[in-house]
């Protein structure tokens, strides 16, 4: 299902491009290539229809991206931050310092007595 609804979406995105780019604006866009079809939308040409058509394929754009975020969303049932395991620092017992067994004395080494 998400599949069909993600290739919609890219479908609608090239359509609401196309749509928005033949709309006459100050620079005229693409708009100049439709120029010679006006007769066929009425009296005020394609401005009405494509403004209409423009708003149509933008709400069918919006509720697909909702429709798409919500499939997406109930296919997981998870959160990626659900997946992420967190080790828990383990406790050691505290050190204790270490008591030496000889005794430290300032006497220098006593040299082996010969027999």
């Known amino acids: 299902m998400t599949t069909i609804i993600l290739v919609l979406q890219f479908v609608l995105a090239v359509i609401l491009t196309i749509a928005i780019l033949l709309q006459k604006s100050s620079s005229i866009g693409l708009g ?3 120029g010679s079809n006006e007769s ?11 403004t209409k058509f423009t708003f ?11 429709a798409l975020g919500y499939f997406y969303n109930k ?19 505290p050190v204790v310092p270490s008591i ?3 005794t430290k004395t300032n006497e220098a080494p006593k040299a082996p007595t010969a027999k």
């Open 32 to 34: 100049a290539y439709s």
């Open 75 to 93: 296919s997981k049932k998870a959160s990626l931050a659900e997946d992420i395991k967190v080790e828990k620092p383990v406790k050691k017992a």
């Open 40 to 50: 066929l939308f009425g009296a005020k040409g394609p401005a009405g229809f494509l």
């Open 56 to 66: 149509v394929v933008g709400f069918l754009f919006i509720v697909n991206t909702l």
């Open 100 to 102: 030496p067994t000889t």
